[in-house]
Every structure is written in C-alpha cells, then in structure tokens.
C-alpha cells in the first residue's frame, strides 16, 4: 500500500513557466513532509520541507503548499529553469514513528525545455 | 558533495551470493538511513541505526541485515542474492531522526 503519492511520472514546463509537482498521502498520522530532488548519478538532495502546522512554505524560487483535509501538497517552482530539471520526490514522516521512518513517492520526472 | 560517501559505487555478482556495502556518514551526524531504489521505483526504506542501535525499520528482507559501528559508519549486508535485488542502494545520515537526510551517492548492484 502506497502511503505516498505521486500521480504524474513525467512532467514538462517551458523554461520562465511555473512547474507544479504534486503528492497526495494516505496515512492521517503524517505531519512532517519533505521535498528531495534528484539527478542522473546522484544521490537525492534536500530541497525544502514543511510541517503540518503551516500551510506554506517558502525558499527563492520554491514554495511548498499543504492542504491537510486534502492529504495534499504540491511544490511549485516559479520561474521554472533548465537545471531544475531532474526527478522530484515527495516524503513524509510522522511523530509516531518518532520521524525516523521516512517514507518517499515513487518520484516526478521534471523537464524544463529552454 | 554531501560528506556521505558510499562503496563501493558499482558491484556485479552472482544470484546466490552475499555482498557488503559501506556508509559513512557526515561527521556529526548519528542517524544513517538505507533505502533501496529498483528501476522506475521511489525509494523504499529498509532501515534506520542511532548511535548503534536500530531505531526504525521498514521492508528490509530477512537475508538483508545492517549494522552501525562505535565509528558510526554501517555495513548493510545482503545475503542469498536474488535477481530481483538488483537496485540502487543509497545511504543517508542526519543529525537525529527528524529533518533533512543527507544521501550518499549510491551503490548501484547488479546481480546476475
């Protein structure tokens, strides 16, 4: 059972557009949710967090949305750049497990076209 | 460069056999993570060691085990290799449970 989502394996944006990656959760216990990029050969990279008792949250060109009455959040990057291409993925953990127990989406494959 | 490194970066061995692969994490840092990455799939969580102890599991086979050392680095083991194992490994550490992991590069191993 998948506790993390991401419905869109693949997305494409125009370079200067918004790129909007989203993730649905299950589990009602998660409160803590993080966003991790990757690249070919790399290990993932941390890129901004969010934690239930906002709704928001904001780095540069990043910003983190969560709808708790949803399980909903998205990840908007705004301007889109070519380097942000790269698979994303979505995490979520929660004080049951002590947030140890980390638990990532199966990941969306951003393309920024120049 | 994260400060966590991983080896060896690539292994190639046969069904039946059993690999090591080694983590170091940050300096500082007391919680490691391993994950295993299959193609087209997340990252799955196999286990978590805090300053040598296990702290949290998730769905780490039998044949695999792992283990966090007084230097703090970890070994994770996996035994009676099977095809379906090939995947990516990566490790990741952090300062205690909650928060941002710092992942490792990888070992990517192939069994044949």
């Known amino acids: 059972d998948q506790q993390v989502k991401q419905n869109s394996p693949s997305l494409s944006v125009q370079e200067g557009r918004i790129s909007i990656l989203n993730c649905d959760y299950t589990?009602?216990?998660?409160?803590?949710f993080l966003w991790y990029k990757k690249y070919p050969a790399e290990g993932p990279t941390f890129l901004i967090s969010?934690?239930?008792?906002?709704d928001k949250n904001e780095d540069g060109r990043f910003t983190v949305f969560l709808n708790k009455s949803a399980k909903h959040l998205s990840l908007h990057i705004v301007p889109s750049q070519p380097g942000d291409s790269a698979v994303y993925f979505c995490a979520a953990s929660g004080v049951e497990t002590s947030y140890d127990k980390v638990i990532f989406g199966p990941g969306t494959s951003l393309s920024v076209i120049p | 460069d994260s400060g966590v490194t991983q080896t060896p970066k690539h292994l190639i061995t046969a069904t039946g056999q059993r690999v090591t692969l080694r983590c170091s994490p940050r300096?500082?840092?007391?919680?490691v993570y391993w994950y295993q990455q299959s193609l087209d799939q997340g990252l799955q969580f196999l286990i978590q060691y805090y300053n040598g102890e296990e702290r949290a599991k998730g769905n780490i086979l039998e044949r695999f085990s792992a283990q966090q050392f007084p230097d703090l680095h970890s070994e994770l083991n996996l035994s009676s290799l099977e095809l379906g194992d090939s995947a990516l490994y990566f490790c990741a550490s952090s300062r205690q449970g909650a928060g941002e992991q710092f992942f490792g590069p990888g070992t990517r191993l192939t069994v044949l």
């Open positions: 589990n009602s216990m998660f409160d803590y």
């Open positions: 969010i934690s239930s008792i906002k």
């Open positions: 300096s500082g840092d007391l919680s």
